[in-house]
T-cell receptor, first 114, second 115 residues
Framework: DADVTQTPRNRITKTGKRIMLECSQT?????MYWYRQDPGLGLRLIYY???????NKGEISDGYSVSRQAQAKFSLSLESAIPNQTALYFC?????????????FGPGTRLLVL | QQQVKQSPQSLIVQKGGISIINCAYE??????FPWYQQFPGKGPALLIA?????SEKKEGRFTISFNKSAKQFSLHIMDSQPGDSATYFC??????????????FGKGTHLIIQP
């Protein structure tokens, strides 16, 4: 969905490096999420944010941090990357004010940690 | 309590056949059950969703059947087409620890429709 963009789309980094994945949305949604997708494991929630001042840990937050710079921007950081953080990362948004519970996903960032 | 179990892991169906993917959940607090479709290189996209007070929802060739007492729900794709080949995820929305609003996903089903 072009309304939710992620950068970079692909990233290779080395163990111990700090990296940041960025997400931007033009949907005007307050709620934003970061998920991680691993083969055979589905998608798992890392962090979520209901608005700029509200950030919460999800199911697998250890080793990650986030920053909600504005309503439209939500960044995920790996403080010290390790190989088992190699995965596909998705940002998503939602807006409960619409009465719908749909989450809209970005195209994903493929991360390889060597 | 947060788990959503999805089966099968992979499925091959002939064109025109019926594809059936099943999911089971444990947490009775879940209150919304969507199915997402994901094509290679793309993010998941909502396909169809159901609330637990409804036993069936149909949208075109896609139907969700929901059995609240058994805590199971399934996706049926009628007249399956090669363009339906994708990975399908069931999901459930409900309270995480800390009151989260995210989805709990099944592990996915890789569906291949053979021409």
């Amino acid at each position: 969905d072009a309304d939710v963009t992620q950068t970079p789309r692909n990233r290779i980094t080395k163990t111990g490096k700090r990296i940041m994945l960025e997400c931007s949305q033009t949907k005007g949604h307050d709620r934003m999420y970061w998920y991680r997708q691993d083969p055979g494991l589905g998608l798992r929630l890392i962090y979520y944010s209901f608005d700029v001042k509200d950030i919460n840990k999800g199911e697998i937050s250890d080793g990650y941090s986030v920053s909600r710079q504005a309503q439209a921007k939500f960044s995920l950081s790996l403080e010290s990357a390790i190989p088992n953080q190699t995965a596909l990362y998705f940002c998503a948004t939602s807006d409960p004010r619409t009465g719908k519970r749909t989450q809209y996903f970005g195209p994903g960032t493929r991360l390889l940690v060597l | 309590q947060q788990q959503v179990k999805q089966s099968p892991q992979s499925l091959i169906v002939q064109k025109g056949g019926i594809s059936i993917i099943n999911c089971a959940y444990e947490n009775t607090a879940f209150d919304y059950f969507p199915w997402y479709q994901q094509f290679p290189g793309k993010g998941p996209a909502l396909l169809i969703a159901i609330r637990p007070d409804v036993s069936e929802k149909k949208e075109g060739r896609f139907t969700i059947s929901f059995n609240k007492s058994a805590k199971q729900f399934s996706l049926h794709i009628m007249d399956s087409q090669p363009g339906d080949s994708a990975t399908y995820f069931c999901a459930a929305r409900g309270p995480f620890r800390g009151g989260a609003d995210g989805l709990t996903f099944g592990k996915g089903t890789h569906l291949i429709i053979q021409p």
